[in-house]
């Protein structure tokens, strides 16, 4: 009996070893050259945000459906529409759209990957994260208004069993409106864009958006938090 109980104490210390080592390689993986995190969630996530290389940086910004930084966020620069009437990609709705008589419908409530920042920029399965990959976080993780290398922003810490130890740090980075960006350290904000079309009102797509003690991201029957497409937003992506 008293081998029998070490037996199992000794196959179950080795089991815990494994189960550490194989945590500890997910923390530290990497996709295309970028670490990412699992976080015990449907996808992994990027430990910083595009165009940033280390957790607390702020990256680039971009508008929904561009790929690229720009100068100047505005209707006169977007890509896909001149104004929120005149869409001329990833519309729901003919009166928002253009293009003929009756107004132009694709149908479209999800980037595309070549209209994706992350995936165009990072390549091989990177992307930006839905709307409900995004709901996910924000329901299955402790958010936490911290600061590293004095930029404010959330530690988004797990609460999935056997993943309480990992945690993504989301720097408040601002957001490009026109040729300014609202950016630390006179405004402790975050907006993070989603892949994830506002069907009802296709100028707008899907944002997290947060400042030091609220999260601006809500899902009740069909509430999101939007914002007008131009806007410059940040991006953190995520792979399967």
Known sequence: MKKLFYFFALVSICLSFVQCETQQ????????????VDLGLSVKWATCNVG??????LGDYFAWGEVEPKDYYGWSTYKYGSDENQLTKYCFKSDYGTFGKDGFVD????LWPEDDAASVNWGGKWRTPTA?????????CTWTWTTQNNMAGYLVTSKIKGYT??????????????DTRFCPPEYWEGFYW????DINHPNYAYMLSFSQGSVDWIILSEYFFAFDRYFGSPVRAVCP
């Open 25 to 36: 390689t997910q923390q530290n993986s990497t996709h295309k050259g970028h670490e990412y």
């Open 52 to 57: 940033a290389t280390t957790p607390d940086g």
């Open 107 to 110: 149908l479209r409530s999800v």
């Open 132 to 140: 409900e990959e995004i709901d996910e976080l924000y329901n299955n």
């Open 165 to 178: 130890d990992r945690s993504i740090f989301l720097p408040a980075a601002g957001i490009g409106y026109e």
């Open 194 to 197: 989603t892949s994830s079309l």
